[in-house]
């Protein structure tokens, strides 16, 4: 007899996998579809790839540089004693390794200048905050997630950092963004904020008790002319707190975010990613491949950059 026929009177019952619940990332998944849904549907979600990948390069390597630092002072590093403050020449290796990893993957800076003052911005926080900073982290790149019934929610905080007036066991979450400081009345501005209520939301779940606050850190407000010393003090525009002393600030910007998500899978299932109703920041417009067939595309044309 065929061996094949042993098997005839076989029967395998089908089974039923659950719904697989998506993953989103507070940052390339929220923040970004709030910044340009249209913009975050070809590249965040369909996978194109962009021409022009400053806004990539330039945060990427201030967040892997920082860590690097942190590391350094934490005693992390080989050859290096804990609590040895990064030189510049430190931050410059460091910023090397990022640049040349970067590379690899396609990703560059838009220009020499672009990448000059990215090292820039980079040294003077190291030099102006790092001395008070690092000595109080507790942790890097801080991973969060919670369970929102629909989906999965996930994010990084930068740093949690001993709170520098507060009982040590209070901590505060720092977050640092590549950009100057929007206007009061940006609506960028107010998704940062609504980003660090999210974090400390994570943070309850994960450890019972919501951080200090939050420390949005401006680094594009270190940035220093040509010939001009490096900031010897803290500028006024650099820091934004937040204070999560009000448990229902928090909750909006949950529910802000819920339905931020619940609009991707909306429009994951139908495929279609519309222009946003509201004109994206600048730095987002410019830098856009699509924005020739966007109504909030340039008025006027624009050379290659």
């Known amino acids: 007899m065929a061996p094949w026929r042993s098997y005839q009177n076989i029967s395998v019952n089908s089974q039923t996998l659950p719904p697989t619940r998506p993953r989103f990332s ?3 998944d929220i923040i970004s579809y709030r910044r340009c849904r249209r913009q ?7 996978g194109y790839v962009p021409a022009q990948t400053l806004q990539v390069f330039y945060g990427t390597v201030i967040h892997q540089v920082l860590d690097r630092c942190h590391r350094h002072y934490s005693g992390l590093v080989t050859g290096v004693p804990c609590g040895t403050m990064p030189t510049d020449e430190d931050v410059g290796s460091y910023f090397g390794e990022v640049e040349n990893a970067l590379r690899t993957q396609g990703i560059r800076p838009i220009s020499v200048h672009v990448r000059n003052q990215a090292l820039q911005v980079i040294q003077n926080f190291n030099a102006l905050e790092g001395p008070q900073l690092y000595p109080r982290v507790v942790d890097t790149e801080f991973r969060l997630e919670s369970d929102r019934t629909q989906y999965i929610m996930r994010g990084v905080v930068d740093v949690l950092a001993d709170s520098e007036d507060a009982d040590a066991a209070e901590r505060e979450i720092w977050d640092y963004k590549g950009t100057h400081r929007p206007n009061a009345s940006d609506h960028t501005l107010r998704d940062y904020i609504w980003q660090m209520c999210v974090y400390a939301e994570l943070y309850r779940v ?3 008790s919501y951080p200090r606050r939050a420390i949005l850190y401006f680094i594009n407000e ?3 002319a040509p010939n001009e010393p490096r900031p010897t003090k803290r500028p006024p525009r650099a820091v934004y707190e937040v204070d999560f002393s009000n448990p229902s600030v928090i909750q909006v910007a949950l529910d802000e975010f819920d339905a931020t998500a619940g609009a991707i899978m909306s429009c994951k299932n139908q ?3 519309p222009e946003p109703s509201e004109q ?3 730095a987002t417009c410019d830098i856009c491949d699509l924005r020739w067939s966007c109504t909030h595309g340039p008025s006027h044309p624009r050379l290659p950059l």
């Open 26 to 28: 507070l940052t390339s």
């Open 40 to 46: 975050y549907g070809y590249f965040g979600n369909d």
């Open 206 to 208: 994960r450890t019972g």
């Open 222 to 224: 270190l940035k220093s």
């Open 271 to 273: 495929q279609r990613w």
């Open 280 to 282: 994206p920041d600048e």
